[in-house]
């Protein structure tokens, strides 16, 4: 928990509220994938070491995990990589046996998605290119907790939905952190899209994610849910009013509204 709270301020809250299980289960599952992102995201790695990195990863994944096969690939990079990149095998030894396989595979997957659009250069020209890569490093987030919700308590999710809610996150993130892209030369804004047309893409992704959660009758797991979603809806909402980020405040109260319309 102190490596999620050190990796993420907007799912540390939420997995806190979880029941024991469940936040074993997401806290490892999110920092499984949050490893491989890292690599992915990393300033100071050339594609062709990413695309390495990336795909020897997804190979170890879709076997009995081998950390110190895992160690030593990571090895050369030790002093680069961050340490929950580097403590993978730590996750998902700390994943109940259950659902491990799982996340295993999904992370899997998101690191053979990830090395394909590093080899790409994040070229994305269009709508379809743009579904393809917010798929790939966040859709399958979403898809991974709805197997979690359904391994846990027989909770059943429409997976389309479920994509559309970590799609709507991922690019709600991608308009806040635009300008930081184009200074390192990537942009995910399609060729022939504006900035409003991103702005609608959120939104409209967004609003399936509310009705991804209308199918959840859970408490813990709704609550969960919500916070993330009232954060980017607030944070695209400051976006559009020429603001870079909400305010610790807003943060902080939106977080206590959603309690208080879950109770």
């Not at 997957?109 to 379809?128: F, P, Q, R, T, V």
């Not at 389309?160 to 390192?184: F, K, M, P």
Request: charged share 30%; glycine share 4%.
């Amino acid at each position: 928990m102190a490596m999620l709270k050190h990796t993420s301020r907007t799912f540390y809250i939420p997995i806190t509220f979880l029941e024991p299980t469940l936040k074993k289960a997401v806290a490892s599952a999110y920092l499984c994938m949050r490893a491989i992102d890292e690599i992915e995201d990393h300033e100071n790695l050339d594609n062709t070491t990413k695309q390495h990195l990336l795909r020897s990863t997804s190979s170890l994944l879709k076997h009995p995990f081998d950390n110190e096969a895992y160690r030593r690939l990571v090895h050369p990079y030790k002093d680069i990589i961050p340490e929950v990149s580097l403590r993978l095998g730590d996750w998902i030894s700390f994943c109940p046996t259950g659902i491990a396989p799982r996340v295993k595979d999904y992370t899997s997957k998101m690191a053979a998605g990830m090395a394909d659009w590093a080899e790409k250069g994040w070229d994305i020209n269009n709508k379809d290119d743009l579904d393809d890569y917010t798929y790939y490093v966040a859709g399958l987030v979403g898809e991974m907790l709805s197997d979690i919700w359904e391994w846990r308590d027989g909770t059943l999710t429409d997976r389309s939905l479920a994509v559309a809610y970590g799609r709507g996150l991922q690019t709600v993130n991608i308009l806040r952190n635009q300008q930081e892209d184009l200074e390192r030369g990537v942009s995910f804004i399609p060729e022939d899209w504006n900035t409003d047309d991103m702005f609608q893409y959120a939104e409209d992704n967004l609003a399936l994610a509310d009705k991804y959660i209308k199918d959840i009758n859970s408490r813990s797991i709704v609550l969960f849910c919500k916070i993330p979603l009232a954060l980017a809806k607030k944070t695209l909402k400051a976006l559009k009013n020429g603001r870079e980020k909400m305010s610790r405040t807003e943060v902080e109260s939106t977080i206590e509204e959603v309690q208080n319309e879950s109770l």
